[in-house]
């Protein structure tokens, strides 16, 4: 994985992106923007929906982003008050540290 300060800043946005935490789908996130330079990023999104059996009050989440050939990943805090009842709610606002870039890799084609 390559970290993305190595790569300098980023800003890209989306429909949806998935939230994780202790391994396990913690939820969405709904028209989102994600801006980020070196080890500092933030996720702001419109809408968002938290399963209460994984986040169960807690901030620490992980951030899942296909981009491209590739997934950003990043561990975060939710900055923002929640409500995590499996239900879409308006707006929340995650912020996290180092971020990491896995790029897939293609899959060959068997003749």
Not at 1 to 21: F, N, T
Not at 66 to 89: C, F, M, Q, V
Not at 93 to 102: S, Y
Request: charged share 30%; proline share 3%; glycine share 12%.
């Amino acid at each position: 994985m390559k970290s993305l300060a190595d790569a300098g800043g980023i800003r890209v946005r989306g429909p949806v992106a998935e939230l994780r935490s202790r391994g396990c789908k913690a939820g969405l996130v709904y028209e989102w923007e994600f801006t980020g330079w070196q080890r500092e990023w933030r996720l702001e999104a419109e809408r968002y929906k938290l399963d209460p059996l994984i986040v169960n009050g807690t901030r620490e989440i992980e951030i899942n982003l296909e981009i491209g050939p590739g997934r950003l990943t990043g561990k975060g805090t939710i900055w923002t008050d929640y409500e995590a009842d499996n239900h879409s709610h308006r707006a929340i606002i995650i912020k996290g540290g180092e971020l990491q870039w896995r790029k897939r890799r293609a899959v060959s084609a068997q003749g």
